[in-house]
């Protein structure tokens, strides 16, 4: 008979218990430091998305404005029947739950908040990543309106009575995210 006893007792067949549990620790080690990583990354992603549907939203308030001299009362006067400004209302995307509804100033439902004075200035407003609506149109000292970006890597981090969004107390630290104009 040609080849390998098949009868002797031979080592190298298999893994030990010890060397599986090694690969198994070193999964789990991995798996720890790359599932954070990934929430971080949904989590600026959502802030990215959040900022740029407001800024779409902006443009359209500032295109009614400019037709009629006035912001929108709700929703309906950009998105038809006569002209269109928008083709849709986007949700905020930290806004799963309906915690601001159009009673507490949501453009729509689950909806990014719509404050506006005097038809000289406008605050569209998401709940930010801890999905809990700080600003409220109670709070809002609209003494010195800003335009532009509030909370996120890039904008203002108080203004209008509040601290925004900082991304540098933690990626669920509280805080909304805001653009303001005109």
């Known amino acids: 008979m040609c080849g390998r006893d098949l009868n002797k007792n031979s080592k190298g067949g298999g893994f030990t ?4 549990m090694v690969v198994v620790t070193i999964i789990a080690i991995l798996i720890g430091i790359a599932v ?3 929430m971080g990354a949904v989590t600026r992603a959502k802030v990215a998305r959040a900022f740029a549907d407001m800024r779409s939203l902006g443009n359209a308030l500032e ?3 400019v037709d009629n001299d006035t912001y929108p009362a709700d929703s309906s006067d950009l998105t038809g029947p006569n002209l269109v400004y928008i083709t849709s209302i986007p949700e905020d995307p930290f806004n799963d739950s309906k915690s601001r509804s159009v009673g507490e ?3 729509i439902e689950k909806g990014f908040g719509y404050y506006t004075t005097n038809d000289t ?4 407003v998401s709940n930010g990543p801890d ?7 109670s709070g809002i000292n609209w003494a010195s309106p800003m335009v532009g970006q509030l909370g996120g890597w890039e904008g203002a981090k108080t203004g209008y009575g509040y601290s925004w969004y900082d991304p540098t107390s933690g990626l669920n630290s509280s805080g909304d995210l805001g653009i303001c104009g005109p």
């Open 17 to 20: 218990l010890v060397e599986l």
């Open 36 to 38: 954070p990583n990934f």
């Open 63 to 65: 295109m009614y404005w």
């Open 105 to 107: 100033g949501a453009i």
């Open 121 to 124: 200035a406008w605050l569209l």
């Open 131 to 137: 999905k809990h609506p700080d600003v409220t149109s």
